[in-house]
């Protein structure tokens, strides 16, 4: 769920830090944000964050930085945590598993942090959940979209998973756009497991899957599918190709004039950072479900009081959206607050206990509320359509949505 924006440069990131802390850099890809309290240091509780700063999904990672450093903000400038100061430390997961086990090695090792929020791919999620879990014994909070069937122990999901991107939508996207669906993937592990949930969903609902299909990463030759879509008369192309494909992809489906017969683009994934990727007219009415859009923010005050205070603090071209699991970093970082709240305590049994049951009634989208011994999260999910390059709300569900896991 991926595309390729500039790096940030070391300077560019740094300068991203300056708010009433100290950002200093210990290290490549190494960060520490001490609050400007005095002795700071001293008590502190320390918050560690592994995320690509660097590498493809750098404006995910960026993003995801920026909510951290927001909320921990707000928290230093409230009195902080059990009355301690929060000091946070950023290591850079590269979107390179190798580099991420060291870096995140260090946040625990070195750094001896309470908790650790982070990752965006399953992959690094597989790669550096050992290293905090099993051999670190430190809490793991993962805040990103994704395939489901994470059930370790100590790690909670606060992003959402396919039954809650799935169970409303399927049937909307039928209503809205036809029974006939084509399932164009990825090769790799969130396509993979998501499409086997939305099959079902789709022919639990009277819908027909024509056909699914993986391609390589880097695959951006879509011509034989394109042709097997028109040919097939599909009606909706649920899509879980991820750039640099997506890109080509759609604009070939374009071409081939699969929009102007009324197909229907479908794709969970998609935010307000992926929207750029193609044309506006190249993927109007591309419809997406997620737990948060910033076409909420006029009729959702506290959406809109997260989304201008984000905008404010980081202007530029990290945006704060749900796809880059800036939305589930926010969520993720409160409940951590709330549980830690609860247990008076930063120990990790203790913390765990608490989180099991945490729950906010204000966050982007919507109250959220993990499910006790699911390790997973209820929250509100909406359904948005593309409109002239923007996004328009159309649906949204009626409460908060049940994660259906563990």
């Known amino acids: 769920m991926v595309y390729d924006r500039t790096e940030l440069s070391r300077r560019r990131f740094l300068s991203n830090f300056a708010f009433a802390s100290a950002a200093v850099a210990v290290g490549p890809g190494s960060w520490v944000i001490r609050p400007d309290w005095a002795n700071a240091a001293e008590g502190s509780i320390k918050l560690g964050i592994a995320t690509d700063l660097t590498g493809p ?28 100061p929060i000091e946070l430390l950023i290591e850079d997961t590269a979107s390179n598993e190798s580099v991420a086990v060291g870096n995140v090695r260090k946040l625990i090792q070195r750094d001896k942090v309470d908790m650790v929020l982070g990752g965006i791919t399953s992959s690094m999620r597989n790669a550096i959940k050992d290293v905090i879990v099993a051999r670190g014994k430190t809490l793991y909070i993962y805040p990103q979209l994704y395939e489901g069937k994470e059930c370790t122990p100590y790690l909670f999901c606060t ?41 079902k969903v789709i022919e639990a609902n009277g819908g027909e899957v024509i056909f699914e299909e993986y391609y390589p990463l880097d695959q951006i030759d879509f011509s034989s599918t394109v042709n097997r879509i028109i040919s ?121 206990a608490a989180l099991d049951h945490a729950k906010i009634t204000e966050g982007p989208g919507g109250p959220a509320e993990m499910v006790p011994g699911q390790r997973h999260c209820k929250m509100k999910m909406y359904t948005a359509v593309a409109k002239n390059g923007s996004y328009e709300i159309v649906a949204r569900s009626a409460g908060l949505v049940d994660p259906k896991e563990c």
Request: hydrophobic share 40%.
């Open 232 to 352: 097939n008369k599909v009606d909706v192309v649920f899509n879980t190709v991820i750039p640099p494909g997506v890109g080509p992809f759609f604009k070939q489906l374009y071409e081939a004039g699969f929009l102007k017969n009324g197909g229907r683009l479908a794709c969970v994934y998609y935010d307000e950072n992926t929207l750029g990727i193609n044309q506006a007219n190249e993927i109007e009415g591309l419809a997406s479900c997620l737990d948060y859009f910033k076409a909420l923010t006029p009729d959702d005050p506290v959406s809109a009081k997260i989304q201008a205070e984000y905008d404010k603090q980081f202007p530029g071209t990290f945006l704060f959206a749900a796809g880059s699991a800036a939305t589930g970093t926010y969520r993720g970082l409160k409940l951590w607050e709330a549980a830690v709240k609860e247990a008076g305590k930063v120990e990790r049994d203790a913390v765990a």
């Open 57 to 84: 999904i750098g404006y995910a990672g960026n993003a995801d930085a920026n909510v951290a450093r927001m909320v921990v903000k707000q928290i230093n400038d409230a009195g902080g945590l059990l009355g301690r």
């Open 159 to 199: 992003g959402p998973t396919p039954a809650q991107q799935c169970d409303e939508f399927i049937p909307w996207l039928i209503k809205n756009g036809g029974k006939r669906f084509a399932l164009p993937s990825a090769n790799y592990v969130w396509p993979h497991t998501l499409n086997v949930y939305a099959r």
